[in-house]
T-cell receptor, first 115, second 116 residues
């Protein structure tokens, strides 16, 4: 069965620090990978997704993620965080061969940015 | 204004009562989903529907029921059989017409259900 692990439950950074949030998935076949973000008081929304091609994916607000197949990882990065990046971040995975867009979500990482 | 609406935002019910959570979308999306979000557990799929009059169980369907009589509506009923119903419930939709596995899911604002 597919699963997603986000080992960092809560990350606290100062503004301008670099960010890397870990995401590892468990699945033997081809996968699609997603990062969703939930800003305080807002809807959960897509940050970026990977399904083929260049393993380095760029998303909104300066975020990027790199798919490393050999490590079963899809870590999220941002070179310089802002206070407005405070949110909860969810990594997710599904199979391109699934009959529906069923997504398996990780448990989430809460990011707090000190101004 | 296109999007997904869920009502109510907060809902309180007594133990043993069934309760129905509303989810409406005007995005003309085929697929709709219900998730449950608990602290430290992320989102878990309850039910999903790819087309009107059809729906499938997700990973934690026990104690829940759904219907999909209209494309734009996918109500979720939390029954008295659900052992731990207090949670935050999120509804989502996706286009899913051509490439369902890569489609972005769009989420509603959620309903926080508290069972007293």
């Amino acid at each position: 069965a597919q699963s997603v692990s986000q080992h960092n439950h809560h990350v606290i950074l100062s503004e301008a620090a670099s960010l890397e949030l870990g995401c590892n998935y468990s699945y033997g076949g081809t996968v699609n990978l997603f990062w969703y973000v939930q800003y305080p008081g807002q809807h959960l929304q897509l940050l970026l997704k990977y399904f083929s091609g260049d393993p380095l994916v760029k998303g909104i607000k300066g975020f990027e993620a790199e798919f490393i197949k050999s490590k079963f990882s899809f870590n999220l990065r941002k070179p310089s965080v802002q206070w407005s990046d405070t949110a909860e971040y969810f990594c997710a995975v599904n199979s391109p061969y699934s009959s529906a867009s069923k997504i398996i979500f990780g448990s989430g990482t809460r990011l707090s940015i000190r101004p | 204004d296109g999007g997904i609406t869920q009502s109510p935002k907060y809902l309180f019910r007594k133990e043993g009562q069934n309760v129905t959570l509303s989810c409406e979308q005007n995005l003309n999306h085929d697929a709709m989903y219900w998730y449950r979000q608990d602290p430290g557990q992320g989102l878990r799929l309850i039910y999903y529907s790819q087309i009107v009059n059809d729906f499938q169980k997700g990973d934690i369907a026990e104690g829940y029921s759904v219907s999909r009589e209209k494309k734009e509506s996918f109500p979720l009923t939390v029954t008295s059989a659900q052992k731990n119903p207090t949670a935050f419930y999120l509804c989502a939709s996706a286009d899913s017409a051509v490439h369902p596995s890569t489609d972005t899911q769009y989420f509603g604002p959620g309903t926080r259900l508290t069972v007293l």
